[in-house]
């Protein structure tokens, strides 16, 4: 069973749109992160949280916000969609503090027309 | 800046060769080093994670070298197969507070029969 879920695999979103990707991990790591991969830049890091606190924010743009209800959650939120957010979001975890690599889901395949 | 190079961008061998993929960094301030690899269409799979003391690690067919003088790490596959056509990913880890990896551009393997 995958122990980091992402929701939904694939979506789709007109121009202008909000969407919210979703991420539970049950690995029980106290840091989280969101990832974009994409053909331009192919493996950029977003965000990290820590027991839900942000940690680091690599996004510019403030239409990209995280949000952790639980400290096993970590959503992202996209704001006024653009056809350059089109791109697979990564949601990966780890145990912050012991030099342990993050896992990774399988990833949002994002398509913004 | 964090920056890491990964040569090459493609890489073709025949069954039962080694492959060996190299990334170099820029800043010496580093952690930990992963690879990652990525089949068609999945998630990023760790495939082992090295300290930054540490020279040389074998695991299950996979070699990695650091060589913090010259700031390179390889991956070396042994008798690769098939199963073993992914893109390949180095990442370096210079803030463990924040769990921020930084990738390479990955490297398209191939392994022909």
């Known amino acids: 069973d995958p122990k980091i879920i992402q929701k939904p695999k694939y979506l789709v979103a007109v121009t202008g749109s909000e969407k919210i990707l979703i991420c539970e991990q049950y690995?029980?790591?106290?840091?989280m992160y969101w990832y974009r991969q994409s053909a331009k830049k192919p493996l950029e890091f977003m965000f990290s949280?820590?027991?839900?606190?942000?940690?680091d924010n690599q996004t510019a743009s403030s239409r990209f916000q995280p949000q952790s209800s639980k400290k096993n959650h970590l959503d992202l939120q996209i704001t006024a969609l653009k056809p350059d957010d089109s791109a697979t979001y990564f949601c990966?975890?780890?145990?912050?503090?012991?030099?342990?690599?993050?896992?990774f889901g399988e990833g949002t395949r994002l398509s913004v027309l | 800046g964090e920056q890491v190079e990964q040569r090459p961008p493609h890489l073709s061998v025949r069954e039962g060769d080694s492959a060996i993929i190299i990334c170099t960094y820029t800043d010496s301030a580093t952690a930990y080093f992963s690879w990652y690899k990525q089949e068609a269409g999945a998630g990023l799979q760790l495939l082992m994670s090295v300290l930054s003391n540490v020279d040389r690690k074998e695991e299950q067919g996979l070699t990695v070298l650091l060589n913090k003088k010259d700031k390179r790490l390889s991956l070396n596959l042994t008798a690769a197969h098939p199963g073993d056509s992914a893109v390949y990913f180095c990442a370096v880890a210079y803030n463990t507070n924040t769990g921020k990896l930084t990738f390479g551009d990955g490297t398209v393997l191939t392994v022909k029969p």
């Open positions: 990966a975890s780890s145990q912050r503090g012991n030099n342990q690599a993050p896992l």
């Open positions: 949280y820590s027991y839900q606190k942000l940690m």
């Open positions: 690995l029980g790591h106290n840091a």
